[in-house]
T-cell receptor, first 114, second 113 residues
């Protein structure tokens, strides 16, 4: 089985722009979560989608949004980029949000805001 | 609220020596516990997990971890470290049926020749 695929791997954007990141989960996995990783704050949960519905949301401003499609692929969008949004954005997929399942992570998208 | 503490930011171990990385968690019920490893510029790879049952769990790459409820700990161990184990290690906790994981700040493992 292919793993979690995130595209693109690297992005450089200018302050004020917007960006869309993509995540394709492992085949058959219906839950997709997004995390932001920075040296200062570590790994922080952004949001989780299951069957095209947002199930949970972390403590991030409304500039951060996401969605999930019927094939479980997910996108996250960040509008009006700020320098502090520079981070590694990680996507994780799980088979389903019930019981004994583990999250598998992608390689991440490295976003640099200049 | 759940939280995870990894008290050691950096650890240096000689190749061939044993390793123990500490993890303490705070959670009101029985947690789901995980250890992940991250190489520079890469994503997270799951080393092992604890959901229930035997408190000593085996993972990939020769790692093991022991869940100690009385100490709220889930320490990661390896009997003999290889240079390729140099990476950052993250402990994480989730609730049953979790939709979010709470991670520790990570421990950077350096392996000396």
């Amino acid at each position: 089985k292919a793993g979690v695929t995130q595209t693109p791997r690297y992005l450089i954007k200018t302050r004020g722009q917007q960006v869309t990141l993509s995540c394709s989960p492992i085949s058959g996995h219906r839950s997709v979560s997004w995390y932001q990783q920075t040296p200062g704050q570590g790994l922080q949960f952004l949001f989780e989608y299951f069957s095209e519905t947002q199930r949970n949301k972390g403590n991030f401003p409304g500039r951060f949004s996401g969605r999930q499609f019927s094939n479980s692929r997910s996108e996250m969008n960040v509008s009006t980029l700020e320098l502090g949004d520079s981070a590694l954005y990680l996507c994780a997929s799980k088979e389903e949000v019930t019981g004994n399942t583990e999250a598998f992570f992608g390689q991440g998208t490295r976003l640099t805001v200049v | 609220a759940q939280s995870v503490t990894q008290p050691d930011i950096h650890i240096t171990v000689s190749e061939g020596a044993s390793l123990e990385l500490r993890c303490n968690y705070s959670y009101g019920a029985t947690p789901y516990l995980f250890w992940y490893v991250q190489s520079p510029g890469q994503g997270l790879q799951l080393l092992l997990k604890y959901f229930s049952g035997d408190t000593l769990v085996q993972g990939i790459k020769g790692f093991e971890a022991e869940f100690k409820r009385s100490q709220s700990s889930f320490n990661l161990r390896k009997p003999s470290v290889h240079w390729s184990d140099a990476a950052e290690y993250f402990c994480a906790v989730g609730a049953r049926g979790y939709s979010t994981l709470t991670f520790g700040k990570g421990t950077m493992l350096l392996v000396s020749p």
